[in-house]
């Protein structure tokens, strides 16, 4: 069964996010604190509004498809 876009997204954007926090803990001056600050982060946030938005289209196609149902 494959799985809903919205859902794997966020587990891969957990999985990204995850690997940064790790290579923080190696990496950690002001160079990275910058990329967190003006990439990762902006970043993160926009894919989790992504998701949202991508979620709230699939529930409203999943009740379309009931609706259209006979």
Do not use: C, I, V
């Not at 494959?2 to 999985?15: A, E, K, S, T």
């Not at 803990?25 to 509004?49: C, G, I, K, T, V």
């Amino acid at each position: 069964m494959p799985g809903r876009p919205d859902q794997d997204g966020h587990h891969h954007l957990d999985l990204l996010d995850a690997a940064w926090e790790k290579a923080q803990q190696r990496w950690d001056d002001d160079m990275s604190r910058r990329f967190d600050a003006r990439y990762w982060m902006p970043l993160l946030n926009e894919s989790r509004a992504y998701l949202a938005a991508l979620r709230n289209l699939l529930e409203l196609l999943r009740a379309a498809e009931r609706d259209t149902e006979y």
